[in-house]
């Protein structure tokens, strides 16, 4: 009973918890990545007490790989001398980490995971609690194979509607960001409802609690239902059964309530993720890179929205058009339906997957002065590389047309 955290978090305690409450809890999976378990493992050395269960734990390289400089070399170098040490058997270098973990079957409805990194609140798009710690309480729960939480109080987003043409959840997750603003949810759980969520396939719910955090929340879920045992079923290694529940008789600390259907494509400006328009405002100022990539955006479906407006059309001459599938399995499929392609001969050029240039260390980096249109989640001062470039964050069908033109487009002329 009560809302989706708390119903999750009691499900797991074995009793009924509730917002405010501070509780230990077994947790089924904690991860990492190159950048953030080095820390782990020096705090795992301090407490100085084996690891509970090496299979608990799963390691990625993602930020920067293949390894862009010396350090970032020699510190994945350390975590595979590591994970040989320990035994740890979960290590994946196939894409960004959290599209990986939910398709390798880490993510289950009703499941408790941890990353040691803030975008874990990703998979609370299929019923899965999770989010983002400090790299010293990664290597904790390495030990301990729990952690503490303060269950946290729910701000139920109801989104209602259909979206017009060209209007993706992207839009509608920059609309929300611009309305609660970037602490508008701080340590809140957000939930996620309506007949618009109802209806929207996986690859779109993910995008809303992919950006949970960019609004200070500690996770953004969404029931599971008939959606997310299709997706499970088809897209993921999870083994059923799987669990299938809902918000009981929740109490919410307030209600937003918005109707997508008269929304249009929207733009998140430099230099905060809440500085939203209506992109038609901002149509026309010239843009140096085009970054489609990461876990907000790179999915199948955002490669091929992309696509489709690429397809027999050539990128801007002078604007780079970067483009880093979330995962090799996704790379895979692209590859055989002929996006790559599409991608190659419109002139973008295609990276591995990974974080790629999402983090201003490899991949396309931005040179002072630049300014970049990308699918990405953030876009803080100095997030792609130099602090005075200027990073516009919207939807892959956006970044496309941006692509063609050189300037920002409204993606409704191409559709
Ligand atoms: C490097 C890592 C700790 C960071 C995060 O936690 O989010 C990164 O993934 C990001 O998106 O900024
Ligand atoms: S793609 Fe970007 S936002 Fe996502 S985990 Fe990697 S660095 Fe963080």
Same mark, same amino acid.
């Given at each position: 009973?009560?809302?989706?955290?708390?119903?999750?978090?009691?499900?797991?305690?074995?009793?009924?918890?509730?917002?405010?409450?501070?509780?230990?809890?077994?947790?089924?999976?904690?991860?990492?990545?190159?950048?953030?378990?080095?820390?782990?493992?020096?705090?795992?050395?301090?407490?100085?007490?084996?690891?509970?269960?090496?299979?608990?734990?799963?390691?990625?390289?993602?930020?920067?790989?293949?390894?862009?400089?010396?350090?970032?070399?020699?510190?994945?170098?350390?975590?595979?001398?590591?994970?040989?040490?320990?035994?740890?058997?979960?290590?994946?270098?196939?894409?960004?980490?959290?599209?990986?973990?939910?398709?390798?079957?880490?993510?289950?409805?009703?499941?408790?995971?941890?990353?040691?990194?803030?975008?874990?609140?990703?998979?609370?798009?299929?019923?899965?609690?999770?989010?983002?710690?400090?790299?010293?309480?990664?290597?904790?729960?390495?030990?301990?194979?729990?952690?503490?939480?303060?269950?946290?109080?729910?701000?139920?987003?109801?989104?209602?509607?259909?979206?017009?043409?060209?209007?993706?959840?992207?839009?509608?997750?920059?609309?929300?960001?611009?309305?609660?603003?970037?602490?508008?949810?701080?340590?809140?759980?957000?939930?996620?409802?309506?007949?618009?969520?109802?209806?929207?396939?996986?690859?779109?719910?993910?995008?809303?609690?992919?950006?949970?955090?960019? *609004? +200070?929340?500690?996770? %953004?879920?969404? =029931? @599971?239902? $008939?959606?997310?045992?299709?997706?499970?079923?088809?897209?993921?290694?999870?083994?059923?059964?799987?669990?299938?529940?809902?918000?009981?008789?929740?109490?919410?600390?307030?209600?937003?309530?918005?109707?997508?259907?008269?929304?249009?494509?929207?733009?998140?400006?430099?230099?905060?993720?809440?500085?939203?328009?209506?992109?038609?405002?901002?149509?026309?100022?010239?843009?140096?890179?085009?970054?489609?990539?990461?876990?907000?955006?790179?999915?199948?479906?955002?490669?091929?929205?992309?696509?489709?407006?690429?397809?027999?059309?050539?990128?801007?001459?002078?604007?780079?058009?970067?483009?880093?599938?979330?995962?090799?399995?996704?790379?895979?499929?692209?590859?055989?339906?002929?996006?790559?392609?599409?991608?190659?001969?419109?002139?973008?050029?295609?990276?591995?997957?990974?974080?790629?240039?999402? *983090? +201003?260390?490899?991949? %396309?980096?931005? =040179? @002072?002065? $630049?300014?970049?249109?990308?699918?990405?989640?953030?876009?803080?001062?100095?997030?792609?590389?130099?602090?005075?470039?200027?990073?516009?964050?919207?939807?892959?069908?956006?970044?496309?047309?941006?692509?063609?033109?050189?300037?920002?487009?409204?993606?409704?002329?191409?559709?």
């Amino acid at each position: 009973m009560g809302t989706l955290v708390e119903e999750i978090f009691s499900r797991r305690a074995g009793r009924s918890v509730r917002a405010g409450e501070i509780i230990l809890l077994d947790v089924d999976t904690i991860m990492s990545h190159d950048n953030t378990t080095p820390l782990a493992i020096k705090a795992f050395r301090e407490i100085g007490k084996p690891i509970r269960n090496p299979d608990q734990i799963v390691i990625h390289f993602d930020h920067a790989y293949p390894a862009p400089n010396l350090l970032a070399a020699e510190n994945q170098q350390k975590i595979l001398r590591f994970m040989r040490e320990q035994g740890i058997r979960h290590f994946y270098h196939h894409g960004v980490c959290h599209q990986v973990m939910i398709e390798e079957g880490f993510v289950r409805p009703g499941g408790v995971v941890i990353g040691a990194d803030s975008h874990t609140v990703t998979y609370g798009a299929l019923g899965c609690f999770s989010t983002g710690l400090g790299s010293s309480e990664i290597g904790a729960a390495w030990v301990t194979g729990k952690c503490w939480f303060r269950t946290p109080e729910t701000i139920l987003i109801r989104l209602e509607g259909q979206t017009a043409p060209g209007v993706y959840s992207k839009d509608v997750m920059l609309y929300l960001a611009g309305v609660l603003g970037m602490d508008g949810a701080t340590y809140r759980a957000l939930e996620f409802e309506g007949s618009y969520i109802r209806n929207l396939p996986m690859h779109e719910r993910l995008v809303f609690s992919n950006m949970s955090v960019e *609004l +200070g929340a500690k996770c %953004g879920l969404i =029931a @599971p239902d $008939e959606i997310t045992l299709q997706y499970l079923a088809q897209e993921t290694r999870a083994q059923p059964p799987f669990e299938v529940f809902r918000a009981e008789q929740p109490r919410y600390e307030r209600v937003v309530e918005i109707d997508v259907s008269g929304l249009e494509p929207q733009i998140a400006c430099h230099p905060d993720v809440d500085q939203v328009k209506p992109l038609r405002e901002v149509e026309g100022l010239p843009i140096d890179e085009v970054y489609i990539g990461t876990c907000t955006n790179a999915r199948y479906e955002d490669l091929e929205i992309a696509a489709g407006i690429l397809r027999g059309r050539q990128v801007h001459r002078f604007t780079r058009v970067l483009v880093t599938p979330a995962s090799q399995t996704i790379y895979e499929k692209a590859m055989q339906n002929g996006l790559i392609e599409v991608f190659l001969q419109a002139g973008c050029t295609v990276n591995a997957p990974g974080c790629g240039a999402c *983090l +201003g260390r490899h991949g %396309g980096v931005l =040179a @002072p002065g $630049e300014r970049a249109f990308t699918t990405m989640n953030r876009n803080f001062i100095g997030r792609m590389g130099s602090s005075e470039a200027e990073i516009y964050l919207g939807s892959p069908a956006a970044a496309a047309a941006t692509a063609l033109e050189g300037r920002i487009t409204d993606p409704r002329k191409y559709l």
